[in-house]
């Protein structure tokens, strides 16, 4: 006897139990797949909102010798967008240093730091993730 023929010879009650106890299987599984459906298009366009656009901006640099082994470097945003001062970064040699104020670079902003002629300087912004190299000095004997 098929499949086909059992289902004809359940009387009526027993083919509405057998239906009452698929609905609530199906809607369960149907709402895993939604589930792990939505999650995954969350996730995957979730994380991309963590990586800022690095600001494009053009940096001076001034140095001024004060002695034989030590000069100001003086940076200047010459243009272009305003930067968040918090995660601009001027990484000289292994030091790390902040831009010196809170707030936003914008155009027409300097910040002075001490060097010697030998260092080179490297202008950082981190955004998220991601750290960007927004522009470097080189000093004269470098």
Known sequence: MGLRAKWQALDSTAKLLVALGL????FIV???VLSVVIATVVLTFGSGAETAATPQADWGFNYTATNA???ELTITHEGGESVDAGP???EVGSRTLDWGTEGTVSVGDTTTITVQPDESVVLVWTGGDAESVLDDWDGPDA
């Not at 609905?23 to 199906?26: G, S």
């Open 23 to 26: 609905v609530p299987v199906v």
């Open 30 to 32: 149907g709402t895993v």
């Open 69 to 71: 082994s030590s000069g």
């Open 88 to 90: 601009l970064a001027i």
